[in-house]
């Protein structure tokens, strides 16, 4: 067994961890210098933070090493003995040397040109200059410039030289079927270990990281740029389409057609009440027999019997719908009023802008917040977009301590851990703006072993822990009716998207399939209507809870404010590369620059009938109106220009 090749200190295997330790260790070096020579930037930044960050930024490393070495890797653990051919070697070394000098490069070069845009370099820099021809110019002065940074880099290249030499690998002779065997486990092993490196993450919930993962520690979305690096951003936007700028109206003008700056309401004295949203996983509005009496002239009574006696205490809407189809999309959409256009949000280049979500607002006014989610801690990345809203902490499994209650797939039944949150509320200080994400009700669906014969009806899967979640929301109020806190308590009920429907047409309709209840609630209020003609969506919530509040400062908010009667209505959203947008009697289907169809939305529930050909003049405004939205909502992504500016 001596002669096995595994248990040579300087076997190939061990010589690969530390090639690519040293290029991790270097990148680590890299962030370090990008923070001395930009720390004029970075404002109150202490040592323990600094340190925060660097340690956060180690899964980005690793993330882009590997990304970067996965050639060399490969080549390193194929079960093959050409792999200690001489010249197969030189090969390997010098793609390992060229590949991660330009990924130190390209970190290098950032650590001046993030003074020229206050985030890291990512894909989108090559399309926004793919024209100009001065690049290598410019780049070249740079360098001159800034020598130090250029000697820098040299420096860090003869390291990959020298230490790449420091362990040398020995052609060991063993049996075939031992080299074989055991090579071949190995490389199994070598690429799941690489591959959950490049996600990030072991756990099934997990996501691979993007760049706005990097928002889960920072302060401020400024220090992003220092978790991330610059190899990183640019992997993760290679297949991100970046925004185009758009000209239809100059700016004097679209700020008369459309703006998302809401002014508050400086007449009344804000209320300081507390806030609470809830957002239900998948709960579609076809669900609930409240919003749908009867299908194709037959009674129904639905899956949600709570959920609909709540929509009959509260304020709701016919007309509701959600911005995205994805769990990460309703995030920024509910909490922040930033919907998910073209591409996710937090998925996008854009997603550290500076913004401004409801709990930082609130927070302002002295509320306490906090986001709860049953999931492991970093799930979905929802740590870091709640983070960069503004929530003062993030509350997931990690924090419940119970493993008890883990579903063995997504994480805490819906059940206790609302229960949890109930009595997690009940020690905020007042005021507090909490909300929670649910989970029970995802794929595969799986239900507590304890209801199996509670839940039985449904025609699909998803209607047993539909009625299961439904459940675990009546329990909840009926724990957090009890308290003090209770009836001084805005309740917003949402769902985070649709589902596809298999049974009924009208949901699967374009606008159909993101329809999703939201219902206003507050016990003894008098929020008990219905609008069966306003259009409400996900990115009107902020707002409208803002204006319930009477919150009396400007704001920045893609929604509208439904308790401000001068403030047009609308809904938008995104899917198969055509952007859906419904105002007034009309939805309008666009590619961005045309339009392509129009409907009359409320006769013609399924738009099967394209008005296009009809010179509808209420269209052609509708469609200017889309125009307007769609140039702010491009050009303040691009100039991160998502928040009041001072005066």
Known sequence: ??????????????????????????????????????????????????????????????TAVLYTNIIFIVMMVVPFRF??????????????????????????????????????????????????????KIFGTALLQNWYLTLLFILMVFLLFKLYGKVKESRVISSRWTYYSVSTIIMGLSFWLTICGMRGGFGMSTRPITIGNAGANVNQPIETAIVLNTPFSIYRTLSRSTFKR????????????????????????????????????????????????QFNGVPYKGYTPFLDSLAQQGKTWVYSYANGSKSIDAIPSVLGSVPSLVQPFVLSR??????????????KEGYSTAFFHGAPNGSMGFDAITNMLGFDKYVGKNEYHNDADFDGYWGIRDEP????????????????MASVFTLSSHHPYKLDPKYESVFKGGTMPVHRVVQYSDYALKEFFQTVSKTSWFKNTLFVITADHSLPSSEHAEYKSPMGVFSIPIIFYQSGSDLHSIDSTTVMQQIDIMPTVLGYL?????????????????????????????????????????????LLAVYDYRQDKLLTTNLINKSIPDAQVVFEHFKAYLQQYNNRM??????????
């Open 350 to 363: 854009y997603s550290l802008n500076k913004m401004n979500g409801l709990p930082a607002l609130l927070h």
């Open 417 to 432: 851990f609302l229960q949890f949150f109930a009595h997690s509320m009940d020690k905020m200080p007042k005021p507090f």
């Open 246 to 293: 758009i000209n239809y109206f100059p700016e004097n003008k679209i700020e008369t057609i459309y703006s998302p700056i809401h002014q508050g309401n400086d007449s009344a004295s804000f209320q300081k009440m507390n806030v609470v949203i809830l957002i239900l996983e998948s709960f579609s509005k076809e669900h609930s027999g409240y919003f749908n009496k």
């Open 83 to 136: 792999r200690y051919n001489r010249i197969y070697q030189l090969v390997a070394k010098w793609l390992f040397i060229i590949t991660n000098s330009l990924a130190l490069l390209v970190n290098v070069v950032d650590i001046v040109y993030f003074r020229y845009t206050m985030r890291r370099t990512d894909f989108g820099f090559v399309t926004e200059f793919q024209g100009d021809d001065n690049k290598s």
């Open 638 to 647: 691009i100039d991160n220009k998502m928040v009041v500016q001072p005066k």
């Open 550 to 594: 009477k919150y009396d400062k400007p704001y920045f908010a893609y929604g509208r404010n439904h308790f401000n009667a001068s403030e047009q209505p609308f809904i938008s959203n995104y899917t198969n590369g055509v952007y859906q947008y419904v105002e007034g009697e009309y939805a309008i289907h666009s590619d961005g620059e045309k």
């Open 1 to 62: 067994m001596k002669n096995i090749f595994l248990l040579k200190a300087n076997n190939i295997y061990t010589m690969t961890i530390w090639r690519l330790f040293v290029v991790l260790a270097l990148f680590s070096i890299s962030r370090f210098l990008f923070y001395i020579f930009n720390q004029s930037y970075f404002t109150g930044m202490s040592a323990s933070h600094l340190f925060t960050l660097m340690g956060s930024g180690i899964k980005f490393d690793l």
